[in-house]
């Protein structure tokens, strides 16, 4: 049975060209923990099972577009116009679902990798009869992040239940010194109510800094409807950043790699040294397994109870036997049986 909130649809933003990155790849296809960014997000969007999906592309479109056609072949891909904007990318989607759709929406960006689904659930709980719920978070430095406006956004966030309701959101170019003192930001991450969102999209203009279509636009709009806005406050604000640059790739990564590490620990995985040791999302682990320093464990690789990984050993898509020992290894592909210990600088097995 599914745990999680009913949701009609869920729009994943995935045009962006992501310029700061500098690379030849495209900022959504980039590589965390043996998943691209936007796999991660489809990933929590799936654990919803939306009842329709859509990924809105444009930048490097042929690339994306294949991509999505793997890890998402139920989706649906639209492409966003010449036109800028999050508000514009969402029109485009909502141009490639049925024009009956009512229910709860999810917008999201695509490269946000350590957001979960229990958090869009969470958010998406909070909706009910409101016409938009927004996840926020606070941050030390708000800079560059559109910031929350509430009717008494004055009070201290522990106070934060006594804030008010949310009057919109305002961009970082736009903002007023004052405004820009405020901490509590927009993550990007919203669910609307599908009438609602289909009406009021063809409202917004390009009248800003940016010369953009907003989405956000959107809230100032249900604020001052009958249905209102609703939010979530995400505790954890590092799960809602998303990629900007490879310097920022590498600090998510590194704060991915240490929660899928914790977890595996909690779960009854020994790790001698968790700062060496790797695992991609894909990967698992059963409880009492022990790995060493500087164990890299890639794809579909499992590791059973009592065997011992490492040191120095990297593994792609091996399944690893009960009580086995595979030290100093470079293997890929293939199976080690049960209580086997493999020559080390061993580099295939059967």
Not at 171 to 186: H, Y
Not at 344 to 350: A, D, N
Request: aromatic residues 4%; contains cysteine.
């Amino acid at each position: 049975m599914n745990e999680f909130p009913h949701l009609s649809a869920a729009i994943i933003l995935a045009a962006g060209k992501g310029t700061r990155v500098k690379a030849d790849t495209p900022k959504m296809l980039l590589d965390m923990c043996g998943r691209t960014l936007v796999g991660h997000v489809n990933a929590a969007v799936s654990a919803l099972n939306p009842d329709h999906t859509v990924f809105v592309v444009r930048h490097e479109r042929e690339k994306v577009a294949a991509h999505i056609v793997q890890i998402a072949p139920t989706a649906v891909i639209a492409d966003q116009d010449e036109i800028k904007g999050t508000g514009r990318a969402a029109w485009c989607a909502m141009q490639a679902l049925p024009a009956d759709l009512t229910g709860p929406v999810l917008v999201t960006a695509g490269d946000t990798p350590l957001l979960t689904a229990g958090t869009l659930a969470a958010l998406t709980q909070t909706l009910g009869e409101h016409a938009v719920t927004v996840l926020t978070t606070f941050v030390p430095d708000p800079h560059g992040y559109g910031r929350i406006i509430r009717s008494e956004a004055q009070l201290p966030e522990s106070d934060s239940a006594k804030r008010g309701s949310i009057a919109g959101v305002v961009e970082e170019k736009d903002a007023s010194d004052e405004q820009r003192q405020i901490r509590e930001i927009n993550t990007s991450v919203y669910v609307f109510d599908a009438a609602f969102l289909r009406s009021s999209l063809s409202s917004l203009s390009t009248d800003n800094a940016q010369g953009e279509m907003y989405l956000t636009d959107l809230v100032a709009i249900a604020a001052q409807s009958e249905a209102g806005v609703s939010s979530y406050v995400l505790p954890d604000s590092l799960e809602a950043e998303g990629v900007n640059d490879l310097a920022q790739l590498a600090h998510l990564t590194a704060e991915k790699r240490r929660r899928i590490n914790e977890a595996w620990m909690r779960s009854g995985v020994q790790m001698v040294d968790p700062a060496t040791t790797y695992i991609d999302v894909q990967a698992t682990v059963e409880p009492n397994a022990v790995l060493e320093p500087h164990t890299i464990l890639r794809g579909a690789t499992h590791v059973a109870a009592y065997a011992h990984v490492g040191p120095n050993s990297t593994l792609t898509d091996v399944r690893v036997g009960a009580g086995a020992h595979v030290p100093y290894a470079l293997i890929t592909g293939g199976e080690i049986p049960q209580d086997t210990e493999i020559v080390p600088f061993t580099s295939r097995v059967e």
